[in-house]
Every structure is written in C-alpha cells, then in structure tokens.
C-alpha cells in the first residue's frame, strides 16, 4: 500500500506546526527562567536541549518525505517519534522543576520565618 503523498505532505506540515508552538512555547518558559534564576547556565542548557529536539524533529520530517509507506516509516523511525516526545516532556519538567525551585528561593530570602 503506497503512502498517499497528500496524506505525507499533511503529516509533515502537522508534525511541523506542532513542533514550531511547542518550541516557541518552551522558549518562552525559559526566558521566564532566566529571569527567575539570574542564571544562564540553566537557561542555555533548557534551550540546547531544545535545539537538539528540534533538529530530531527535522530529521523525522526529511525522512517521512523520503519513505513509501506508513509502516516502513513507522519501522524505522518509531523509535525516533516516541523518544522525541519523552524529550519534549523531559524538557517540560526540567523547565517547571527549575523555575519552581529558583521561586521557592526567592520567596525565602525575602520572606524569612
């Protein structure tokens, strides 16, 4: 069964559109973090994390371009697909677990009990 290049190219702009607000959306959770913390180091580490899954996504987008079908797509890149998503959660409580903390600190040097 060949992979129909109207439902390729609609997966690949879907996928592109998704990747392009959550990373914008990431983005903007960081510079929050930058701004709690005073600190670059977990700012630059939160936004290579994100220019690595970017480029994952890219790679996924070329190669769906390149495949036949779903099922050799799905073969060879599955394991790509699903580690790029645990990568976007991964990056989401990293960027929570940080901004949370450097909040909490704040808030204890200016409110000591």
């Known amino acids: 069964m060949a992979w ?64 036949q079908s779903l099922i050799e797509f799905k073969t060879k890149f599955g394991w790509l697909f699903g580690m790029l998503l645990g990568a976007s959660a991964g990056i989401d409580l990293i960027v929570a677990a940080w901004i949370g903390y450097f909040l909490a600190k704040q808030r204890d040097e200016t409110n000591p009990t």
Request: charged share 20%; net charge positive.
């Open 4 to 67: 129909d290049r109207r439902w390729r190219f609609v997966t690949i702009l879907s996928v592109h559109a998704r990747d392009t607000e959550l990373g914008s959306l990431q983005a903007f959770y960081i510079s929050r973090l930058l701004k709690f913390s005073g600190k670059l180091y977990p700012a630059l580490f939160c936004w290579a994390l994100v220019c690595l899954r970017l480029g994952g996504w890219v790679l996924l987008s070329v190669n769906a371009i390149k495949m």
